[in-house]
């Protein structure tokens, strides 16, 4: 089993759609995690931090599910400027180990379509 | 402009040869990172540095080199015994001294190994 897991997609939604993403973690001790997103061909930009009360940042909402091991991104209203591949990742150590070192699941695609 | 540049932004190289990609920030960031990415793959670590004149090697090494003998720079060399080259690589670096996990990353460099 991989350390970090996600459903590379694509997603194919219309403007306006909802749609929700999901990203496993297998080490339980794990304490951060992040979405980045990903532009074709560009580098990977931090979308949000995920918290563990969950937090929101206007159209976009993380949340963690420690008991099962998930962390979820949910876009509400996509724009087609939405279209990108998200990028969740984790740091397996936590407070273990000071390097911070991040793992990265391979990415779910997301296509919003007019 | 603070940030994290790389250049070349692509690269060719013969078999054989060994080339180096470099990474430099002006964030006063201590950690540095190097990662690859595959098509359609997650990022994988290659090297990281935490402090100058220090490195560590992340979960793919083999046939990779770094050097951090300032703290602004952390070049990676991608010798001849790697034997597939071909990806998109980033650096990214953290702000060790805010005890943070979020990385921010360069724009890459894409290398083609002809």
């Known amino acids: 089993r991989k350390e970090v897991e996600q459903d590379p997609g694509p997603f194919n939604v219309p403007e306006g759609a909802t749609v929700a993403f999901n990203c496993t973690y297998s080490?339980?001790?794990?304490?951060?995690f992040f979405w980045y997103r990903q532009d074709c061909r560009k580098e990977p930009k931090l979308l949000m931090s995920?918290?563990?009360s969950g937090n929101e940042d206007g159209r976009f909402t993380a949340q963690l599910n420690r008991a099962s091991q998930y962390i979820s991104l949910l876009i509400r209203d996509s724009k087609l400027s939405d279209s990108a591949t998200y990028l969740c990742a984790v740091n397996p150590m936590g407070l273990m180990d000071s390097s911070y070192k991040l793992i990265f699941g391979s990415g779910t695609r997301l296509l919003v379509r007019p | 402009d603070g940030g994290i540049t790389q250049s070349p932004k692509y690269l060719f190289r013969k078999e054989g040869q060994n080339v180096t990609l470099s990474c430099e920030q002006n964030?006063?960031?201590?950690?540095m990172y190097w990662y690859r990415q595959d098509p359609g793959q997650g990022l994988r670590l290659i090297y990281y540095?935490?402090?100058?004149?220090?490195?560590q090697k992340g979960d793919i090494a083999e046939g990779y080199s770094v050097s951090r003998e300032k703290k602004e720079s952390f070049p990676l060399t991608v010798t001849s015994a790697q034997k597939n080259p071909t990806a998109f690589y980033l650096c990214a670096s953290r702000n060790e001294q805010e005890s943070t996990d979020t990385q921010y990353f360069g724009p890459g460099t894409r290398l083609t190994v002809l």
């Open positions: 995920v918290y563990s």
């Open positions: 964030l006063n960031h201590d950690a």
């Open positions: 540095s935490q402090i100058v004149n220090d490195f």
């Open positions: 080490n339980s001790a794990s304490q951060s």
